[in-house]
């Protein structure tokens, strides 16, 4: 393969005549570009250059590729343009992989925030599981994922972690119930409820954190839609627990209360980044994790 630097230097011979100019223009002695121009010549196996008279000139060989040589400078400076425009933002694109609570409560004014301050970058975002954002993550596919990690699901360890909130899991219950006056719950108190689950991580919370209080929850139906569950104990279905966060991104439901459970629990919101990530991915983490 021929070498791009050594391609280069015959491109500045050509333009300044001779390997003295050229040498000046690249800050290299004259004896590296005759060394650097006889080793591309013994890779082409043709002369390149020629001298006429102090002047060094092409070679209908050296030409040709000379053609090649402007073609890839070009290339270079445009790579080089577009790697300046992401380092100061003023070009670029961020791909956000966040889970669904997070994206309709916490993100939006960082968003925003982001997008009146570098307003030549490209923003993308992606609402899905932490498991599926984390996979974006390793795929290369997204630039920054926002997750949780709770009890029953721990934080990941292959890539680094920055932590935001301490979202708090309330009990959800009907007006009726006869723990709905409570300040707070005792999760053992509920053991004899019929249980509403959500996704299948809040599933294994909810496991977790009844195993806690002593028993295992009799779970009758499961959504993942926030609200579709508090319309459920609405009705008398059943209890279950769900994050403040959620609770805050759904509309109210009249006919339920929420409490605080005991024992307390608690999901860890983070940001997860790649370990070389691109400066739109990691201005963005300073503005939500300063």
Known sequence: ??????????????????????????????????HHLKALERRAGVALTTRVGRVTRLTPAGESLLLHADSI????????????????LSGGRLRIAAFTSFCAV????????FARRYPGVEVGLVET????????LQAGTVDLVIGFADDATPEPDDVPVRWLDHDEYLAVLPVTHDQARRTTVDIGSLAQDTWISGCQRCRAHL???AA??????????????????????AEGLGVSILPRMALAASPDVPGIVTIPTSPSSYRKAFLALPREASA???TFADLLAP
């Open 280 to 282: 739109a991915a990691q």
């Open 207 to 209: 496991q977790a954190l």
């Open 73 to 88: 400078a070009e290339s270079l400076a445009s790579a080089e343009r577009a790697l300046a425009q992401h380092a100061d």
């Open 212 to 233: 806690m209080g002593g028993f295992t929850p009799s779970i009758a139906f499961q959504t993942e839609d926030y609200v579709t569950v508090q319309r459920l104990v």
């Open 129 to 136: 599981e932490t498991d599926d954002a984390l996979a974006m």
């Open 1 to 34: 393969m021929i070498d791009v630097e050594r391609l280069l230097i015959l491109r500045e011979v050509a333009r300044h005549g001779s390997k003295a100019a050229a040498a000046r223009e690249l800050q290299l002695s004259e004896p590296t570009v005759a």
């Open 106 to 113: 916490a993100l939006p004014s960082p968003l925003a925030q």
